[in-house]
């Protein structure tokens, strides 16, 4: 049976309502773990961890919220009781949780609390632009093995849904677990990851097991592994060799080359990742990819919603194709959504792909004429199209070599070559990240 891909811990009462929200959430794909107390919970969390704590908001929420903090765990809560009164609710929001959900339990509503506080994939990988392709196909044919596995690319490419695919797909075993190496403390992010005993800082009231234990037997996700400090670079190159520690995957927004020129990644560390390094190409380079992934989400979110799916128009297709997605399918999803809630009829009109500040899409491009761009190329060199459209790709990629070339169909190396050629002919190249 494949591995579950968030474990989850419920505090509350073991039967009634607590107990069908366990059913649901474990029918959403979650390992579910339960606690009577408070005190059996935190004794949970320091033996086998957790991506998410459901407390009853009878329970003294406030002081499991200053226990986590004072224990060092950085792991998101979500308050839920029956009938509770808005004062408790409130209560258990500002004291730091994440959600409020209502008992008894809808099980949209769990599922959507778990999918978007631990990333839970709403679907399968959709795509099927040679760009796109690729990767999920490379992904899936190392799958089955336990090599570290590097995945690269812009800000909301989709690198956690390849990795939990990988791992649903892979050997199925065990727990998924993701770490979040950007904004964290470094103590904090040592102890997420390897744990400390009962002497490790005041506040420490327990020995603790961190994931690269509790997770043995699956997979461990590091996200922004860039951002990793050097000390935890080195105690990750141990585990690497350790037969028995579960299998890492890793993610990274910038190239690591120009970090390991600079002193700030380990050339060992990421020699061991370069066996199977997976670059997720920017949605702009997708192609048709743009729309089909549009007409799937507006219709999983008309669903939710309760509607009938609205139908994407024309020109809102040729909007959507010329966008340029700066936050890649993470955008277009929330753009998505926006133009489902707006839509009153049957179609998604352009007016109504709007951007987080309100502002339209359609106020922020322009769609290209492909007869005038056509007419523009005729009279200069094939030389001179090639490095404009060289040079442009690598402004869109913002920098990423590897994406660039990857979007152009040629090799990294040519790519290098290339730009090498243009720096020294005294032509401007956007810097690498």
């Known amino acids: 049976m494949a591995g579950s891909i968030v474990r989850m811990l419920l505090v509350g009462p073991p039967d009634g309502a607590f107990h069908v929200a366990a059913g649901m959430a474990r029918d959403a794909g979650a390992e579910v773990a339960t606690a009577g107390t408070v005190g059996a919970a935190l ?38 009781g029956i009938d509770a009164s808005a004062a408790r609710a409130v209560a258990a929001i500002r004291a730091g949780a994440r959600d409020y959900v209502p008992l008894p339990p809808d099980r949209d509503l769990i599922a959507a609390a778990i999918r978007e506080i631990a990333a839970l994939p709403a679907g399968p990988l959709i795509g099927e632009h040679p760009a796109f392709t690729r990767a999920p196909e490379f992904a899936r044919a190392m799958g089955a093995s336990h090599a570290p596995i590097l995945l690269t690319g812009e800000r909301g490419t989709g690198k956690e849904r390849v990795a939990q695919a990988i791992h649903q797909g892979g050997r199925g075993a065990g727990s998924f677990v993701t770490i979040e190496c950007a904004g964290v403390a470094p103590d904090i992010l040592e102890y997420e990851l390897f744990g400390h005993d009962g002497t490790a800082f005041p506040e420490a009231r327990a020995q603790r097991r ?12 590091l996200r922004d592994i860039e951002v990793l400090p050097a000390p935890l670079q080195t105690r990750l190159l141990t585990v690497l060799d350790d037969p028995g520690a579960p299998r890492l995957i890793a993610s990274a927004r910038r190239a690591l080359d120009p970090l390991v020129d600079a002193g700030r990644f380990r050339s060992d560390l990421l020699a061991r990742f370069a066996l199977a390094t997976i670059v997720l190409p920017p949605l702009r380079a997708r ?15 008309a669903a939710t919603e309760g509607r009938v799916a609205p139908r994407l128009t024309d020109e809102t297709c040729r909007l959507l194709a010329g966008y340029d997605w700066p936050g890649n399918v993470a955008e277009l999803q929330e753009v998505m959504h926006r133009a489902v809630l707006l839509s009153a009829g049957p179609d998604i009109a352009p007016n109504m792909l709007v951007l987080a500040d309100g502002a339209c899409i359609a106020a922020t491009c322009s769609l290209s004429t492909g007869p005038a761009e056509m007419d523009a190329l005729v009279g200069r060199t094939v030389e001179d ?28 190396r040519t790519m290098r070559n290339k730009l090498k050629a243009f720096v020294e002919a005294g032509i401007a190249v956007t810097p690498a990240l």
Request: contains cysteine; proline residues 1%.
């Open 43 to 80: 004794a949970c969390l320091r033996e086998q961890g957790a991506a998410l704590v459901m407390i009853d908001v009878a329970a003294d929420v406030c002081g499991f919220l200053a226990d986590l903090a004072a224990e060092r765990f950085a792991v998101p809560v979500i308050a839920c």
């Open 210 to 221: 961190g994931a690269m234990t509790t997770a043995r037997g699956g997979m461990v996700f």
């Open 287 to 301: 192609g048709t990819d743009i729309v089909h992934l549009a007409r799937n989400f507006a219709t999983s979110f």
């Open 385 to 412: 199209v090639e490095r404009d459209l060289i040079l442009l790709t690598l402004e869109r990629c913002r920098g990423n070599r590897t994406s660039a070339s990857q979007i152009l169909g040629i090799s990294v």
